[in-house]
């Protein structure tokens, strides 16, 4: 059988590699071609020339990585591009406790995700043989939205998340990047139409028409940022680490489904926490609730930062 599929040509690879990641509990594989990223390079030339990118230092680095795959693994041919969910209705008990983005609720999704993506990995390599492959979730020089338009797996929103038809906007972006031809699919395309309920809502103002200003984003000021938030920052609504307003109004997300995923569901202590044991945690409560956690990168000081901020 294996024999059978190796010999099979690019549709056939692309059908069965995409059957593999649904099977592995992946919302969504697609397949775009590697190509040198032009349009967006100009584009993110731009948004660091402007600014836009704060205290990210990081995000000028190792521009020809971003923008060629094959600079990443060489003689590369497709970059296979998925999604993973993780949405969930669970919402903190009390209302006035400082808030954490949805995605902060479980474990480190870069752990997560990247185990996922071992036994797809290990399909490709079982049934076309030898391939020169590596895997990324947030954690490299990859463009990965760029990479999800071109795959099908949904389009730029305004907010600049990416938003699948039919699921919304809640999941996780990885990619493969490989050596191996596969069958592209066909872009995805806008269905923003005229809303624009996400730049209105946003209490500073970074939503740009399908960019963001990160630097005056509440995910940038509570997580990024290493200095003190600027008093005249704006109105974190009550965001301790990240923010999900511009996804809460977003219409498409009326369509998100609940992850089942383990690893991303809550711990009970944290959900429950009143407003005044937000503020009380002391270093060591911080340290158990948020162990392998993404809320560890701010750090128990940073978290505390944030705190004060929303107090003030």
């Known amino acids: 059988m294996a024999g059978i ?4 040509g690019p549709s056939e690879r692309s059908e069965a590699v995409k059957a ?3 099977e592995l509990g992946f919302l969504a594989c697609g397949v775009a071609k590697v190509v040198f990223l032009d349009e967006e390079a100009s584009r993110l030339e731009q948004w660091l020339h402007a600014g836009k ?3 990210m230092g990081y995000m000028a680095n190792h521009f020809g990585l971003r923008t060629d795959p094959r600079e990443l693994v060489p003689g590369a041919k497709s970059v296979i591009s998925l999604a993973y969910n993780y949405y969930t209705p669970n919402k903190q008990t009390d209302p006035a406790a400082p808030k954490l983005s949805t995605y902060a609720y479980g474990r480190d999704y870069h752990k997560v995700i990247k185990q996922r993506m071992k036994p797809l990995m290990q399909f490709i390599t079982e049934q076309y043989g030898e391939v020169e492959m ?3 979730t947030d954690s490299a020089p990859v463009l990965e939205k760029a990479w999800a338009e071109r795959a099908g797996i949904g389009w730029r929103g305004k907010h600049s998340l990416i938003i699948r038809k039919g699921q919304g906007s809640y999941f996780f972006l990885a990619e493969i990047i490989l050596d191996l031809e596969l069958a592209p699919d066909a872009p ?3 269905h923003c139409g005229t ?3 996400c730049i209105d809502a946003c209490p500073t103002d970074a939503i740009e028409l399908y960019g963001i200003n990160a630097s005056k984003c509440i995910s940038y000021y509570t997580i ?7 008093a005249d920052a704006g109105d974190f609504k009550n965001w301790a680490f990240g923010c999900d307003i511009c996804q809460q109004v977003c219409p498409w997300n009326k369509f998100s489904t609940p992850h089942t995923e383990p690893d991303f569901t809550p711990k009970p202590e944290l959900m429950e926490l009143t407003a005044a044991e937000w503020n009380e945690m002391t270093e060591e409560r911080f340290d158990r609730l948020f162990f392998g956690s993404p809320v560890k990168r701010t750090k128990y000081a940073g978290l505390m930062r944030n705190l ?3 107090r003030e």
């Open 134 to 136: 590596r895997c990324f």
């Open 5 to 8: 599929v190796h010999m099979s």
């Open 188 to 190: 995805a395309t806008d």
């Open 53 to 55: 990118h704060g205290q």
């Open 224 to 230: 990024e940022l290493k200095d003190q938030i600027p």
């Open 20 to 22: 593999k990641a649904l």
């Open 308 to 310: 004060r901020f929303l």
């Open 195 to 197: 809303c624009r309920r």
